[in-house]
């Protein structure tokens, strides 16, 4: 008797039969193509909504007692604003002066109106320094904290300051500072440069108006660039 082969010898295809196609393969990321109508709506939340709540949120923060959440929530915010631009462009330069803008929303609002709340409403308040505490950043630079109270012994909110006339020696003595009578704003020292602070606002201001121009931008670019395919 004949040996059977130990391999399986494959069996022609009948006439007229063909293969089985083979699956498709899915595409990366960078070539998935949103539909025209959701680049719009993304861009519209991405290029003004994110810039408002930003900036929103970073007001309410002018008052310490909210600067660390809503500091949390525009954070969040930025980061989401970003995943969508990368959704409506996902290639070219955008990205990157994107996140630089970010940066700039996120650093320079709380402190400017901060100074521009001051600036405005700030009264003249004679103040008792009864703490300071020094620290060092990462420059090795040493700033002071001064912990402050009315001389007339009226409660003053965020009774604290940082500037100059601020140091271990100055525990005791009697200052005037420039306090928000509705307690809203942290006191400022009449040292503080507050017409230079507050000119942040038209900085943050310009670096959301580029926010939303580099948006709307990318979006047109996308959206051109599949009408020519």
């Keep these: 008797m004949a040996r059977r082969p130990n391999k399986k010898q494959k069996r022609p295809l009948a006439a007229g039969a063909g293969r089985s196609p083979k699956p498709a ?67 070219g330069w955008v990205i990157w002066p994107a996140v630089l803008l970010g940066v700039l929303l996120l650093v320079i609002p709380t402190a400017a109106l901060r100074a521009q709340l001051i600036a405005h409403r700030g009264v003249d308040t004679r103040v008792v320094i009864t703490s300071a505490h020094s620290g060092k950043d990462r420059m090795g630079k040493v700033s002071w904290t001064c912990g402050i109270r009315r001389e007339d012994g009226q409660p003053l909110p965020h009774g604290s ?21 509705d307690g809203w704003a942290p006191p400022a020292t009449l040292d503080d440069d507050l017409s230079f602070r507050g000119a942040g606002v038209y900085v943050a201001g310009a670096a959301a108006v580029l926010w939303a121009a580099l948006t709307f931008g990318a979006a047109r670019r996308s959206l051109g660039g599949r009408g020519r395919r």
């Design 161 to 181: 300051v940082v500037g100059t006339g601020c140091s271990g020696g100055s525990v005791g003595r009697t200052t005037t500072v420039l306090a928000d009578p």
């Design 25 to 91: 393969r899915r595409r990366s990321g960078k070539d998935i193509r949103l539909a025209p109508r959701t680049v719009r709506r993304t861009a519209l939340l991405v290029g003004l909504l994110a810039p408002l709540l930003i900036v929103g949120l970073l007001a309410l923060a002018t008052n310490p007692d909210y600067q660390a959440p809503c500091t949390v929530l525009a954070v969040l915010v930025l980061m989401a604003a970003v995943v969508g631009l990368m959704m409506i462009r996902s290639t």
